[in-house]
């Protein structure tokens, strides 16, 4: 999923997406912490062109100038090596935790370790990723877009037959519970041991009956759903 999330709403290539989606599971970081810390950067560099003195000065900080920015064309799969280039520059320190804060918000703090070796040590463990195999390519990506369909269609169609099997039984479960307390004031009520086993067995016959009714008629009702949701499901997988 998070290489999906990377490429389609940040614009990096399948096999960078792939590649830092290796690498961040690696690392222990959230994928969706790193997109929104992503999209923030892009927001500043737009932020960045269009005025914004803080922008200006962060990426400053960072030693990208504003040509830089714009040659770039706010594609991360530029921008991040650059990025990285700046922080690896830059002494560890409070001023350093600030230019990445205001460049990646608050998913800064686990993202640093990425960039501390500048561009050289960026690429190098997108290289590794791809080095040991664990990286997608656009065909493999597909049958993950395709897979994550499957299972959606999938989950709907459990969904309405929980939906359809619970409105199908519930009457037979207030038949249920209408029966139990019947029984439970049979046995408690007046009468012999005798008597009352007689009461129960004549009070709660008809009960039982109504019960196995309710069951018969949510059968089918049951069995329709399955077979309207079937073609959906397999559709999907096709």
Do not use: W
Not at 20 to 47: C, E, H, P, Y
Not at 49 to 54: A, L, N, Y
Not at 216 to 237: E, Y
Request: charged share 20%.
């Amino acid at each position: 999923h998070s290489t999906i999330k990377l490429h389609r709403n940040l614009g990096l290539t399948v096999t960078t997406a792939s590649s830092l989606s290796a690498v961040l599971k690696a690392r222990g970081i959230d994928a969706n912490s790193a997109a929104m810390a992503f999209q923030t950067l892009s927001r500043q560099v737009v932020a960045a062109q269009t005025g914004s003195k803080d922008a200006q000065a962060a990426f400053a900080a960072l030693g990208i100038t504003q040509k830089e920015l714009a040659a770039s064309g706010n594609n991360l799969n530029r921008l991040l090596p650059m990025v990285a280039e700046g922080f690896g520059n830059m002494r560890g320190g409070t001023e350093r935790a600030a230019v990445a804060q205001a460049v990646l918000a608050r998913g800064y703090k686990s993202l640093l370790p990425l960039f501390t070796q500048g561009a050289k040590g960026f690429n190098d463990q997108i290289a590794a990723a791809q080095k040991y195999g664990a990286v997608l390519d656009e065909k493999a990506l597909r049958k993950q877009e395709e897979l994550i369909k499957s299972q959606r269609a999938l989950s709907l169609s459990s969904t309405g037959l929980k939906i359809a099997f619970t409105e199908a039984i519930t009457p037979a479960l207030l038949q249920v519970s209408q029966a139990a307390t019947k029984l439970a004031a049979i046995l408690h009520g007046p009468g012999s041991f005798d008597d009352k086993l007689q009461k129960m067995g004549e009070g709660v016959a008809p009960a039982f009956k109504a019960i196995e009714d309710e069951f018969k008629k949510a059968i089918p009702q049951i069995a329709n759903t399955a077979g309207r949701n079937a073609p959906k499901v397999a559709q999907a997988f096709v």
